[in-house]
Each structure stands twice: as structure tokens, then as C-alpha cells.
């Protein structure tokens, strides 16, 4: 119903309605709306979970972390609510719209997949891919990064303003992150210095 008629034009009555289930069976389940809305990508982070760790099985180390990062991108192409749900829990008002499980599962999913970021910059850091970095502050910049270029594609699309499509802004955003990453840097600012 979401996907069909947005968050806005969805009422929990006509969730309960397509679900065959009373309003108040509804929430016995979700705190609200929004508590229902966020719910819905616990299962997402979940299976990104499953094929993150695939990527890092079965890639060779250097093409890791932008397999796991077009793995994100894709998804974020293909299912337009899942970015809009991660847009809405940056809302300051929200967390007391949102039960403490919805919570829990969806802080412990995006967890996982920053420290599959990150363990993705630390394996390439073992393999001298990388230079000597903090892997978790490189996973916190490329979320931040990731979910900006989707706030950035939103609101272009929103305003109607022509800009690089998501895939390409994207690509440039980690090919920067991976020159940064490259040992070559690290000797260039130790010559600089």
C-alpha cells in the first residue's frame, strides 16, 4: 500500500482494511503509522545482511567494498520506499512515534551493514589494498555519504531539477572515498609533510 500510494496517501485503516485485520488488531502490533512504515525495512537489512556477507566470501578483496556499495545502490534504485524510510528516521520528532523492537531491529540492521562497510575497508587495509585507517570511521562517512546522495537524488526529483543519475553520482562518491584509501595518498601527505 505504501509503494502503491505513498506514506502519505496510506491510512492505517486501509492497511488493516487490505490486511483483512481490524485497525486496533493493527496496533496491537505498531505504535503507529510510522512505527508500521519503519518496520518494513527490517527485512531488507536482513537480507543485506546475508549477501554482504556473500560479497565478502566470494570478491576478491580489492573489489569488496564496491561490490557491497552497488549492492546499496541498487537497492536504492529498485525500492524507492526503502530510502524514504531511512530519510524519515532521521526526523528529530520520531522516535516516540516508534516501538522500542522496531528500534532495536532497525538500529541493530543498519549496525550490520556498516560493520560490513567497515570490515570491507579493514580486510582491504590487511591486504595492503589500503592504506592504515580507522575502517569504522570509513563505513560511518560512506553511509552518511550514501544516504546524502539519496537525500540530494530526492529532493532534485522533487524540485524537478536535471542532475547525474544515482548510480553515477554514487560511483563518484566511492571512487573519492577509495582514492582517499589508497596507500599512494598516505606517502604523498607524508612527502607534503
Known amino acids: 500500500m505504501f509503494a502503491e500510494k505513498g506514506y502519505a496517501g496510506t491510512s492505517i485503516e486501509a492497511v488493516a482494511r487490505a490486511a483483512q485485520l481490524s485497525v ?14 519503519i518496520s518494513l525495512i527490517e ?5 543485506f545482511d546475508v549477501e554482504m556477507a556473500q560479497v565478502r566470501e566470494q570478491s576478491d578483496v580489492g573489489q569488496r567494498l564496491r561490490k557491497t556499495w552497488d549492492l546499496l545502490v541498487r537497492w536504492s534504485e529498485t525500492d524507492a520506499e526503502g530510502p524514504r524510510i531511512l530519510r524519515l528516521l532521521s526526523q528529530p520528532a520520531i522516535r516516540p512515534q516508534l516501538s522500542d523492537e522496531v528500534v532495536a531491529a532497525v538500529s541493530a540492521g543498519i549496525a550490520r551493514v ?4 567497515g570490515a ?9 589494498v589500503y592504506r592504515q585507517v580507522n575502517a569504522r570511521e570509513i563505513a560511518d562517512l560512506a553511509w552518511s555519504v550514501l544516504l546524502g546522495a539519496l537525500d540530494a537524488a530526492e529532493m532534485s526529483a522533487s524540485l524537478g531539477i ?17 582514492s582517499a584509501l589508497a596507500p599512494q ?3 604523498g601527505l607524508r612527502a607534503v609533510a
Open 24 to 37: 486496533g488488531a493493527i496496533y496491537l502490533y505498531f505504535r503507529s503509522k510510522e512505527d508500521l512504515y
Open 43 to 47: 527485512d531488507t537489512l536482513t537480507v
Open 114 to 117: 556498516q560493520d560490513h562497510i
Open 120 to 128: 570491507c575497508v579493514a580486510d582491504g587495509i590487511h591486504a595492503g
Open 162 to 178: 536535471a542532475t547525474d543519475a544515482l548510480a553515477a553520482r554514487t560511483d563518484r562518491a566511492l571512487a573519492l572515498i577509495e
Open 185 to 187: 595518498v598516505a606517502a
